[in-house]
């Protein structure tokens, strides 16, 4: 079946730009997670849906980014005025439920210049 | 703060080698433990997992780990790598306090020589 998809794959934006990034989860997944990989890092933890509550914001960086998935399915990732610091690939993964294995999507890879 | 150490960043290993990637977490807590696996140009996909039970857990694609619960280690081995394992590996925790984060180390690159 279908894996987890993620939109756009690459993304260039110039320091101060918003860009929103799209997570298409696996069709009846109830939790879907935000995560955000730096260049030589291992994934780090941004936030948690369950359906479509955002039970969890801690570990989105500042209050530029911002998250949402309104109808329980597609999540949206919104960076506002981006630094060269956001610079990443950010991942999205779901699962069945949260205690469930997290299947991961490809990835966005954002460059900030 | 809870964290996982790998500590090989990158391995160069011939074909038929012997794989062992270290993995450390600190964490006192009961621990969910994981080892991803990133193919190049694909996505994460998990490897194994480890909740309870047998402390030497199987994957897929004849890759073991062995938790040690003494030394807050889960070590990935392989008794004989291929080509096709070139990737890069992923150790992390779900700490049983969150039962859903994730908390992964910084990865490992493997290259397998042919």
């Known amino acids: 079946g279908a894996g987890v998809s993620q939109s756009p794959r690459y993304k260039v934006a110039k320091r101060g730009q918003d860009v929103a990034l799209r997570c298409d989860p696996i069709?009846?997944?109830?939790?879907l997670f935000w995560y955000q990989q730096a260049l030589g890092q291992g994934p780090e933890f941004l936030t948690y849906f369950q359906n479509e509550a955002q039970l969890d914001k801690s570990g989105l960086p500042s209050d530029r980014f911002f998250a949402e998935r309104p109808e329980g399915s597609v999540s949206t990732l919104k960076i506002q005025r981006t630094q060269q610091e956001d610079s990443a690939v950010y991942l999205c993964?779901?699962?069945?439920?949260?205690?469930?294995?997290?299947?991961f999507g490809p990835g966005t890879r954002l460059t900030v210049t | 703060a809870q964290s996982v150490s790998q500590h090989n960043h990158h391995v160069i290993l011939s074909e038929a080698a012997s794989l062992e990637l270290g993995c450390n977490y600190s964490?006192?807590?009961?621990?969910?433990l994981f080892w991803y696996v990133q193919y190049p140009g694909q996505h994460l996909q998990l490897l194994l997992k480890?909740?309870?039970?047998?402390?030497l857990v199987k994957g897929i694609k004849g890759f073991e780990a062995e938790f040690i619960k003494s030394k807050f280690s889960f070590n990935l081995r392989k008794p004989s790598v291929q080509w096709s394992d070139t990737a890069e590996y992923f150790c992390a925790v779900i700490p049983m306090d969150s039962s859903y984060k994730l908390i992964f180390g910084s990865g490992t690159r493997l290259l397998v020589r042919p």
């Open positions: 993964a779901s699962s069945l439920d949260r205690e469930y294995e997290q299947y």
């Open positions: 964490y006192g807590g009961t621990v969910n």
């Open positions: 480890y909740f309870s039970g047998d402390p």
């Open positions: 069709s009846g997944h109830v939790s």
